[in-house]
């Protein structure tokens, strides 16, 4: 597991604190606390076993082992389990983005399977400044998020677009105008 420190950006989310709060960890122990509490935190990463080697507000790095709890009949790591691994690694890095005023939303995935996968699996996905700036600045929007797959031999098995949207987290308008309804 691989010990990176986390970047904090000006106005650092819930998720940002959280795993700054890690660093007072031992650093032979922080990739396994990191692991405990993002894993607890989403308990399918935790079940696929994720590692979630680098995180921070630019860039999130997230492993999958080839093992028998992720294979598929050819041995290999599960369609489902690649396409997992994409998904948390953009949502990660929007979740270290959005607003705490703000809710993150998988919108749209797209993946293309080009070729078998040869061992475990490694996902970086990335947001550029103005991406991030965005999310900063309003309380809704969406972004097409970057994330390369590559597996053991490098190769890139697979080929995904995600696009996250975020909205307000507190109630809607009309979640509040149902309930006056209710009430009256």
Same mark, same amino acid.
């Given at each position: 597991m ?11 989310n ?10 007072a ?15 607890r ?5 935790? =079940? @696929?076993?994720?590692d979630?080697?680098? !995180?921070t ?7 999958? &082992?080839? *093992?028998?709890? /992720? ?5 290999g790591?599960?369609a489902?389990?690649?396409t997992?691994?994409?998904? =948390? @690694?953009?949502?990660m890095?929007?979740? !270290? ?8 939303? &998988?919108? *749209?995935?797209? /993946? ?16 550029t400044? @103005? ?42 308008k ?11």
């Amino acid at each position: 597991m691989t010990h990176v420190a986390v970047s904090i950006p000006a106005n650092p989310n819930r998720l940002v604190r959280s795993l700054k709060q890690l660093e007072a960890v031992p650093a032979f122990a922080r990739g396994w606390a990191r692991n405990l509490v993002l894993r607890r935190a989403v308990p399918f990463t935790g =079940t @696929a076993r994720l590692d979630f080697a680098v !995180m921070t507000p630019e860039r999130v790095e997230i492993a999958i &082992a080839n *093992e028998r709890r /992720v294979q598929n009949h050819i041995k290999g790591v599960h369609a489902a389990a690649m396409t997992l691994l994409a998904e =948390t @690694a953009t949502g990660m890095v929007v979740g !270290m983005n959005v607003r705490d005023d703000c809710l993150p939303l &998988a919108k *749209e995935l797209k /993946v293309a399977f080009k070729k078998r996968a040869q061992g475990s699996l490694r996902a970086v996905a990335t947001l550029t400044p @103005a991406q991030r700036a965005l999310m900063q600045q309003s309380d809704k929007g969406e972004v097409q998020v970057a994330v390369t797959v590559t597996d053991a031999s490098g190769a890139q098995p697979i080929e995904c677009e995600f696009t996250w949207a975020w909205i307000p987290s507190g109630p809607r308008k009309s979640d509040h105008a149902a309930r006056q309804i209710a009430a009256a």
